[in-house]
């Protein structure tokens, strides 16, 4: 369970990895990106040097053995497994047993956030969940509560206070007797605890924390579900778990009485099945509609192609229903659905002269026989390649890369180009770009977002928009949503641009339309961008 003085000892830096070691560097406890610094999900009871270079290994080993109660270390740069740089800190607490390490790679500390809540010390979503589908089949429970008025009680506090209150409230939690506790999102807490009691204690201690500052008591959502789950493989109860705390973090769940994981698991199907249904009749009698938003010439304003957005409803993103069907690999169907919809526009009327851009998953990328279909498709329409982009969605790790820039390559000689979406929103972007050969990047909508609010990541951001222009790949900068954040996208190096700054999306194509941007790119290239 994580106690007050383990959290203590993973305060003094905040991490993108958190474990802990004994004294023969044996890993007893870990949490945060695992994935992003291992290829075993599950660290516990590993060497924890493993997740060095062979070089770094001995050093990290002898720092664990000679280091004493009481005694810190770091931040000392290190070379991880993979080669990527990173800062390692140690502690070695008193009244500790065990020694706390930190792992931070070099500009992910606010972008990915993985690991630690920065505002009330507590783990984030994606830790908890981590630690809540280690935990999923056993004799505990799990709490979450929402207060949905807490961030109307932080704006009427001056700045200081509010940053008291939820320090407070993170202090609160983190002092209970619990397994993991979390800030899931920007009013919803939870923690995992061996005692199904004690997890009726959290509502109480979030109270409790906003009576000791004076305040009038919080209103409440509190969901309260067993670990337990009847006749549930290992698998079962984690999706079970993930499906819960997921729905309550979006606000879809908002009281439920108390039920364990087999009721949950139940639930989670019906609804499931019942979508996977509806979604793949919507596919199969293409019954979505397409709409078109404008890709500009950041220096010209001239218009240089369309990307194909799908709709299910109108007025509505489609975003949570493609990332569902993405989740239960619904997603090739799906792909070439939009693909054969797409190339009908062009084909079907000779007066629309536009370039059209459409997402493919990188699922349908990276599975074989779902690329031989779409493939297929696209050697069939070959005609049209020179007015087709193909962005590949990185919301799906590809996990053969080779196998996938072969996939890729094979497209461009049919003569379409290809490139990266939402670039810059998940830990495998660089290594994308390292592996694929590719015409263009979209950089993610977040990242553009953040431009000009911290220098270094500006630098680093520009660094990378030199090194695709070097490389003639073109960069489009997603989420432009105003004349400011249009000139920061110009000064950093960005080419082309969309977003509500050049108008909403069409439901028709233009006529004419200026042409789209030019490919090439080679490999080989070498920088870091974390």
Not at 150 to 168: H, N, Q, R, S, V
Not at 444 to 472: F, N
Request: hydrophobic letters at 45%; aromatic letters at 6%; one cysteine or more.
């Amino acid at each position: 369970m994580i106690e007050p003085i383990r959290l203590l000892a993973f305060a003094f830096a905040g991490a993108d990895l958190l474990f802990e070691v004994d004294n023969t560097g044996t890993t007893l406890f870990a949490t945060g990106a695992t994935s992003a610094f291992s290829k075993r999900h599950n660290l516990i009871g590993e060497k924890a040097a493993l997740l060095f270079h062979p070089g770094e290994q001995a050093r990290f080993s002898n720092i664990v053995r000679g280091l004493k109660p009481g005694g810190r270390v770091g931040p000392e740069p290190v070379t991880l497994a993979s080669g990527e740089k990173a800062s390692l800190s140690m502690c070695f607490l008193p009244e500790a047993d065990r020694i706390s390490c930190t792992l931070v790679k070099p500009g992910k500390r606010g972008s990915l956030g993985v690991g630690i809540d920065k505002e009330t010390g507590l783990s984030d979503m994606d830790a908890f969940v981590e630690a809540a589908a280690e935990s999923a089949g056993g004799r505990g429970a799990m709490a979450m509560v929402n207060v949905p008025n807490l961030p109307e009680i932080c704006t009427k506090l001056p700045a200081g206070k509010a940053a008291d209150l939820l320090a407070g409230i993170g202090a609160k939690v983190a002092a209970m007797d619990t397994i993991a506790a979390a800030r899931l999102s920007g009013t919803r807490f939870g923690v995992l605890t061996e005692d199904p009691h004690a997890a009726r204690m959290l509502a109480e201690n979030i109270q409790g924390a906003v009576h000791q500052k004076g305040l009038d008591s919080l209103t409440m959502d509190e969901v309260i579900v067993s670990l337990k789950g009847r006749n549930l493989s290992p698998e079962q109860s984690v999706l079970a778990l993930r499906y819960v705390i997921g729905r309550f973090a979006e606000g879809k769940i908002k009281t439920t009485p108390t039920s364990d994981l087999t009721e949950t698991f139940e639930r989670m199907m019906e609804e499931t099945i019942a979508r996977a249904e509806a979604f793949n009749t919507t596919v199969s009698d293409s019954a979505f509609d397409l709409a078109y938003e404008p890709i500009v010439n950041l220096k010209t304003g001239v218009t240089g192609h369309f990307e194909a957005l799908t709709r299910f409803e109108p007025g509505q993103s489609p975003g949570e229903t493609i990332k569902f069907a993405e989740h239960l690999g619904l997603t090739d169907p799906f792909d070439l659905a939009v693909a054969v919809k797409t190339l009908g526009v062009l084909e079907g009327n000779a007066s629309v002269t536009a370039s059209i851009a459409i997402n493919v998953s990188g699922k349908s990328i990276a599975n074989p026989s779902a690329f031989a279909v779409l493939s297929g498709f696209f050697a069939k329409k070959r005609a049209f390649a020179k007015r087709v982009l193909i962005e590949i969605t990185e919301s799906a790790e590809m996990p053969d890369l080779a196998a996938a820039d072969k996939a890729i390559q094979s497209l461009r000689k049919m003569g379409y180009r290809v490139g990266i979406d939402d670039f810059g929103a998940g830990a495998a972007s660089l290594q994308y770009l390292h592996a694929f050969t590719v015409d263009f990047v979209k950089m993610d909508g977040a990242v553009v977002q953040r431009l000009g609010k911290s220098a270094r990541e500006d630098a680093l951001l520009k660094s990378v928009l030199g090194t695709c222009a070097d490389l003639q790949i073109e960069t489009i900068a997603e989420w432009i949503d105003s004349p400011e954040r249009l000139q920061l996208c110009k000064d950093l190096g960005f080419q082309f641009g969309q977003g509500r700054h050049f108008g909403g999306s069409l439901a028709e194509l233009p006529q004419v339309a200026a042409p789209a941007p030019k490919a090439a790119r080679r490999k080989g290239m070498e920088y870091s961008w974390q």
